[in-house]
């Protein structure tokens, strides 16, 4: 089955940067576009960023351009997201997603199949 295992998250202060990581198993990592998405405390789930098969072209939510950037090492089914520059507002539960083969670039929450348990980040001020 889909696995989606995150990790990297933790505490830390504003302006600082993470780096998370997802391991991927029980499918073809590479012929899907992947993604992560987070949720806030008491807010909705937000997509956050999206990364397409070969790792070449990223896409990012305005709340995070320029901030993180997002890869992909298909060799080892993994999936990471640098979070840079963090701001007290990043604080969620950041989780791995696998995108729906929709043949849209997957900017919405809707468009991801599978996630993972997430990992937390807490950006302290």
């Known amino acids: 089955e889909v696995q989606l295992v995150e990790s990297g998250g933790g505490l830390v202060q504003a302006g600082g940067s993470l780096r998370l990581s997802c391991a991927a198993s029980?499918?073809?990592?590479?012929?899907?576009?992947m993604g992560w998405v987070r949720q806030a405390p008491g807010k909705e789930l937000e997509w956050v960023s999206a990364?397409?098969?070969?790792?070449?072209?990223?896409y990012y939510a305005d709340s995070v351009k320029g901030r993180f950037t997002i890869s992909r090492d298909n060799a080892k089914n993994t999936l990471y997201l640098e979070l840079n520059s963090l701001i007290t507002e990043d604080t969620a539960m950041y989780h791995c997603?696998?995108?729906?083969?929709?043949?849209?670039?997957?900017?919405?929450?809707?468009?991801?199949?599978?996630w993972g348990q997430g990992t937390q980040v807490t950006v302290s001020s």
């Open positions: 990364i397409n098969y070969g790792g070449t072209v990223p």
């Open positions: 029980g499918f073809t990592f590479s012929v899907y576009y």
């Open positions: 997603a696998q995108a729906r083969r929709v043949p849209w670039i997957p900017r919405a929450v809707q468009d991801y199949n599978y």
